[in-house]
């Protein structure tokens, strides 16, 4: 996992709530074997229709998607979050997200950024009606600025999170941290323990 101190850019408003990771990325996606390639998935079944917002190309290059509320219910997917991930988004606006999908998010570096909901419309209405406004989450503080509407708010994101965002750290990293505690941990089982 990357670093992420600061995420800039234009958003994508999907003004859809209650999306669950089956609309994110279709059952047929997840026969993949490798983590790249989901981009091309995303919102598949919606991508036909030539008005979604994502083939509107005024939204093209779009670092951060911002969702209606509710956003990732449904099955526990990682494949969702790759799909977001691949197809160039870095950030997450919503008004609440599902606690899987959030948890999903914070161990392969997508921030999730739930605001409260009178914002999360503000920013929809605004982002729909000018592409070109910029946001900022910045991770180190916790906040979300869009100085054009003059909106600055905080987003809640746990230490420990927060942490691993920084510091670019996956479980694997994390568990890697203590490789010399394992290690004489290890060093120190009875031989009868060993591979039991």
Not at 2 to 10: D, K, M, N
Not at 37 to 47: D, I, K, T, V, Y
Not at 74 to 87: P, T
Not at 109 to 134: H, K, Y
Request: proline fraction near 5%; include cysteine.
């Amino acid at each position: 996992m990357e670093p992420v101190r600061i995420v800039s850019g234009t958003a994508v408003p999907l003004d859809r709530s209650d999306v669950d990771t089956d609309q994110i990325i279709p059952a047929d996606w997840l026969k993949r074997v490798e983590r790249t390639g989901f981009g091309q998935g995303l919102f598949a079944s919606w991508r036909d229709d030539r008005s979604f917002v994502l083939n509107d190309e005024r939204y093209a290059g779009a670092s951060i998607l911002l969702a209606g509320p509710n956003f990732g219910t449904g099955s526990s997917r990682e494949h969702a979050v790759w799909a977001i991930m691949d197809a160039g988004f870095q950030a997450v606006i919503s008004p609440r997200f599902a606690d899987i999908f959030r948890n999903n998010c914070t161990k392969c570096g997508l921030v999730p950024v739930t605001v409260e909901a009178e914002v999360g419309e503000r920013l929809m209405r605004a982002v729909q009606a000018d592409p070109t406004i910029e946001l900022t989450v910045d991770v180190d503080r916790r906040t979300l600025e869009a100085p054009a509407l003059a909106v600055t708010v905080g987003f809640p994101l746990d230490d420990a999170t927060r942490e691993r965002f920084l510091e670019g750290l996956d479980d694997i990293a994390l568990t890697l941290r203590s490789a010399d505690a394992i290690d004489a941990f290890e060093a120190h089982r009875p031989g009868w323990l060993v591979g039991a």
